[in-house]
């Protein structure tokens, strides 16, 4: 059962808590399993695709802590809208990357497209909804 204060909130701003919260889990996620914890071997081909001039695992090591920081100020920072237009442009970026640099990534299960589909609707729900945070 919902705490007081959860059903005090509006409901806008429950929408909007739980489109960051579980924006920021996709991110800190992606960030932590497969760059740092465990290093995928798609991320640091495609790191290497982009000849970068450093060891690609040590990429994917800045890339996933970048992740989790963007996921962890999009969680902590709920006034801010900063955070959010960051993690769009970047999953926008990314997408189109993907598709030139690693294309047949993207007829793999759960691939890339529709993570990062998924992920902007958040961002998008996370904006339409943010006025009812309160200020």
């Not at 924006?23 to 991320?43: M, S």
């Not at 299960?109 to 589909?117: E, G, K, L």
Request: charged share 10%; net charge positive.
């Amino acid at each position: 059962m919902p705490g007081a204060f959860w059903t005090r909130m509006p409901e806008l701003g429950r929408i909007n808590r739980v489109a960051r919260y579980a924006l920021a889990f996709v991110l800190i996620y992606h960030g932590l399993v497969p760059k740092i914890l465990r290093t995928d071997t798609f991320e640091t081909a495609w790191a290497s695709a982009h000849h970068i001039p450093m060891s690609a695992t040590l990429f994917a090591v800045l890339a996933g802590v970048a992740e989790i920081a963007i996921g962890l100020f999009i969680a902590i920072a709920r006034r801010w809208l900063a955070p959010v237009y960051i993690a769009a442009a970047l999953l926008i970026g990314l997408s189109i990357d993907v598709a030139i640099v690693a294309p047949a990534s993207l007829t793999a299960a759960f691939n890339p497209v529709t993570t990062n589909i998924a992920s902007l609707a958040l961002c998008a729900i996370i904006c339409s909804s943010q006025a009812a945070v309160r200020r």
